[in-house]
Nanobody, 115 residues
Framework: QVQLVESGGGLVQAGGSLRLSCAAS????????MDWYRQAPGKQRELVAF???????NYADSVKGRFTISRDNGKNTVYLQMNSLKPEDTAVYYC?????????WGRGTQVTVSS
């Protein structure tokens, strides 16, 4: 069974930074694209960033220039460095991995940005 465990969420003031981590197990991590999604109350889950097995990276326009996604295949871990945080970034952040035709999700970690 593929398992994804997020960590690093918390409370931060606007303009601050957080670093999220997602530890993966049960898959050939290095072969798969890893994604970060977020979901605020009453809103649809949205893709924040992804990084492919070959290192191709894309970001949502709302986070470009502020967030950085990276991966460490030796640790089976994907990271999301979040800088210059805004109250609009408040959401539950989810790590996701596509394994073949199946998408797996972590339980999420709460990020709250106060003004």
């Amino acid at each position: 069974q593929v398992q994804l465990v997020e960590s690093g969420g918390g409370l931060v003031q606007a303009g601050g930074s957080l670093r999220l981590s997602c530890a993966a197990s049960g898959s050939i991590f290095s072969a798969n694209t890893m994604d970060w999604y977020r979901q605020a109350p009453g809103k649809q889950r949205e893709l924040v960033a992804f990084i492919s097995s070959g290192g191709r990276i894309n970001y949502a326009d709302s986070v470009k220039g502020r967030f950085t996604i990276s991966r460490d295949n030796g640790k089976n871990t994907v990271y999301l460095q979040m800088n210059s945080l805004k109250p609009e970034d408040t959401a539950v952040y989810y790590c996701s991995e596509g394994v073949g035709s199946i998408r797996y999700w972590g339980r999420g970690t709460q990020v709250t940005v106060s003004s």
